[in-house]
């Protein structure tokens, strides 16, 4: 079964940092592309960023382009989001997911994160 | 960037009705479509990728057609588990954008 789950949320004062994990299992994570998307409160589904399976690509919203990195490494089933320079407009439930293509996406559950002075 | 509007936006439905949620890409994004449903509280779930595929699990109730600009997800016979939101996502490009969402609400 697929499982994606992420950690790392919280709340957090404008311009601070956060740094976001997304733990895979169920699936062979190296061969598949991941995206990170939010959700801001009562808002729909905003996609933030997209890495390549191997890592090599990646690609940012022009809303968090400049403050946030996104990562990955295969050998812990594991993604990241580096969030940095954060805004009250940040905040939103953050979830992984698994990329469309090759199958189908999955999501993990995702984890709030509060920008809030 | 490709944007995708998905109409309408709310509908109101009858458990048994036949429903169907329309979404249309500004460019031609291939058969790169997925649909998903949310409920409250709960992340989304995978209903349809490649505009036509059904994700494993997910009841033959649901289907989607379309290719290029025009897309549709259909629900062939609403059951009070399937009022939710309903979003489409392209991924033709890497900016895969999702629509803004078309809420199925009981009459």
């Known amino acids: 079964e697929v499982q994606l789950v992420e950690s790392g949320g919280g709340l957090v004062q404008p311009g601070g940092s956060l740094r976001l994990s997304c733990a895979a299992s169920g699936f062979t994570f190296s061969s598949y592309e991941m995206n990170w998307v939010r959700q801001a409160p009562g808002k729909g589904l905003e996609w933030i960023s997209y890495i390549s399976s191997s890592g090599s690509t990646r690609y940012y919203a022009d809303s968090v382009k400049g403050r946030f990195t996104i990562s990955r490494d295969n050998a812990k089933n594991s993604l990241y989001l580096q969030m940095n320079s954060l805004r009250a407009e940040d905040t939103a439930v953050y979830s992984c997911?698994?990329?469309?293509?090759?199958?189908?996406?999955?999501w993990g559950q995702g984890t709030l994160v509060t920008v809030s002075s | 960037d490709i944007q995708m509007t998905q109409s309408p936006s709310s509908l109101s439905a009858s458990v048994g009705d036949r429903v169907t949620i329309t979404c249309r890409a500004s460019?031609?994004?291939?058969?790169?479509l997925a649909w998903f449903q949310q409920k409250p509280g709960k992340a989304p779930k995978s209903l349809i990728y490649a505009a036509s595929s059904l994700q494993g699990g997910v009841p033959s109730k649901f289907s989607g057609s379309g290719s290029g600009t025009d897309f549709t997800l259909t629900i062939s016979s609403l059951q009070p588990e399937d009022f939710a939101t309903y979003y489409c996502q392209q991924y033709h490009t890497y900016l895969g954008t999702f629509g803004q969402g078309t809420r199925v609400e009981i009459k």
């Open positions: 460019q031609d994004i291939s058969n790169y």
């Open positions: 997911a698994r990329h469309p293509r090759g199958g189908g996406g999955y």
